[in-house]
């Protein structure tokens, strides 16, 4: 414990232990900064340059005494060393999204316009909570926002924030439509509802195909369990407008409020796009808020030749954007986009020493005023920077590229005997499986899951694992152009060998155990 007035020295790590200040940035230390920051660049730059795999495969058990076994009471006190041990515990095993044989997650390779962005806003740490910190950043937020807007095509009075990601836009917007739904049913009149009365009441409807954020955000919203209604999707995976319809008239007659359907432009499992025109016309005729999870899709907004596939989606009340998905951004990078601005307010709550209301009056742009989140990262800066060295058809290039591809593979996957694919992805995304001879349904779900397994652990691909109509299947999604055919054909010859093996591996066992 020090006393009032003490200084604490710096722990003695090496000969010349840094006093504490000297790691402040300002302008004394910027050849420090320089220094450091560069050093950092090489390391990644050269583990980038030497990785021949996505992953090394490496286990929890196997990593964690590592990371366990480092005392962060006692600091290395040098930079270079520091850069040492962070290879060890991180650089050389984390996972690598630029293989182009990394097939897994909804994972994109960045762009470096994104990554001097992310290095730009780090260092200057602006904070878009408030005008009198951030500035340029609140105004070159706001004009990506109206860019997003004019570009998905939501009209004059839209307007929206930078969020996390795509499960707090889809939460942010089923707020905001939770709170206009209970304002149309309260209404003005002196006999009201009680709230937990009229929450009980309320209901969203999505896919059976739509993103599990929906249904983590009505359980966040303090809805019922039964809140959310799933309606079933057709043979292309798309939801079933005719069932949607059935859905919106039962609730009407059971004296429940759907507070918003939920479509989806780029359902995660199987690319594919919500018919987006003919659910809007339902919504309009049933005076229901339309929210549009584009998080995966919204790559098509820049597309040269794909951007009719979201046909329908300017007419959404609120559309959620990632692009740290398919605008090759870091994570995160992400927005909710409204069509009409005002409802935002639903998000305001005024702090004297912050925002007060008077700032309002003012028109002093305080982005807190709409988001959901108090200090927040310039994040916007990123996709500007992206935006101005590449633009947005080189983006929507990209995009296509990937998209492309995808339709190959799903040709190449069609054609091989060895394996069954679902549905053609309307974007990136192949669903397929691996059957052996003569197995049944047991051992084809195993020997799956058994070669996704298998090729994690060897480092040499990543893909991922779903359930189609409650069969494990095996997905590849691909955001990565680097990515050719042939590495995809290669993948496949070793899901093949991993899951052959197990199945007949499986078959000899049970041959030679005994019986009774």
Excluded at 13 to 40: C, K, S
Excluded at 117 to 144: F, K, M, P, Y
Aim: glycine fraction near 8%; proline fraction near 5%.
């Amino acid at each position: 414990m020090s006393l009032p007035g003490s200084t604490v020295e710096a722990p003695v790590t090496g000969t010349h232990p840094l006093p504490p200040r000297a790691h402040l940035l300002n302008a004394g230390t910027v050849a420090d900064y320089r220094r450091a920051v560069t050093q950092g660049i090489e390391r990644v730059a050269a583990r980038v340059t030497e990785v021949d795999r996505p992953a090394t495969g490496v286990t929890p058990d196997e990593l964690a005494p590592r990371i366990a076994g480092i005392d962060l009471d006692r600091p290395l006190g040098d930079t270079t060393a520091a850069l040492d041990e962070l290879h060890d515990v991180y650089l050389r095993d984390a996972v690598y999204f630029h293989h182009p044989r990394y097939l897994a997650h909804l994972n994109c390779p960045v762009v470096i316009p994104a990554l001097l962005g992310e290095a730009v806003l780090s260092a200057v740490n602006s904070s878009l909570d408030t005008w009198d910190q951030s500035a340029g950043g609140t105004l070159i937020e706001r004009r990506l926002i109206d860019w997003t807007a004019e570009r998905i095509g939501l009209g004059p009075a839209a307007d929206g924030v930078f969020t996390s990601g795509g499960t707090q836009s889809n939460l942010h917007a089923l707020l905001l439509a939770r709170e206009e739904a209970y304002a149309r049913i309260v209404g003005g009149g002196t006999d009201r509802p009680s709230r937990p009365e009229v929450l009980s009441r309320l209901r969203i409807i999505t896919s059976t195909a739509g993103h599990f954020s929906v249904q983590k955000a009505a359980k966040l919203l303090g809805l019922g369990a039964d809140a959310v209604l799933t309606v079933a999707t057709d043979a292309g995976r798309r939801m079933r407008t005719d069932e949607l319809a059935e859905t919106l008239d039962r609730c009407r007659r059971d004296g429940q409020t759907v507070l918003a359907v939920v479509a989806t432009a780029g359902t995660t499992d199987f690319g594919t796009i919500d018919p987006l025109d003919r659910i809007a016309e339902i919504c309009t005729a049933a005076g229901v808020w339309l929210h549009v999870d584009a998080a995966y899709g919204c790559g098509l907004l820049v597309s040269p030749t794909r951007r009719h596939l979201l046909a329908g989606i300017e007419r959404a009340d609120s559309v959620t954007v990632d692009y740290h998905k398919s605008f090759f951004q870091p994570v995160s990078s992400s927005a909710l986009l409204v069509r009409d601005r005002r409802v935002l307010r639903h998000a305001t709550w005024h702090a004297d020493y912050l925002n007060p209301a008077r700032m309002a009056e003012r028109r002093i742009p305080n982005q807190v005023d709409k988001s959901l989140q108090t200090t927040r990262r310039f994040d916007a800066l990123k996709l500007w920077l992206t935006l101005r060295i590449m633009g947005a058809d080189a983006v929507g290039a990209l995009f296509d590229e990937v998209v492309d591809l995808a339709a190959a593979a799903w040709r190449l996957l069609a054609d091989d005997p060895r394996f069954e694919v679902v549905t053609r992805s309307q974007l990136s995304t192949v669903v397929f499986r691996y059957l052996p001879p003569g197995a049944g349904r047991d051992v084809v779900d195993d020997a799956n899951l058994y070669a996704r397994e298998a090729l994690a652990a060897s480092g040499t691909a990543l893909v991922a694992g779903t359930k189609v109509d409650g069969a494990h299947h095996l997905k590849i999604t691909l955001l990565n152009p680097e990515t050719t055919l042939d590495d995809i054909a290669h993948v496949l010859d070793l899901i093949a060998e991993h899951a052959g093996w197990y199945a007949r591996t499986r078959a000899t066992a049970e041959l030679s155990s005994p019986v009774g």
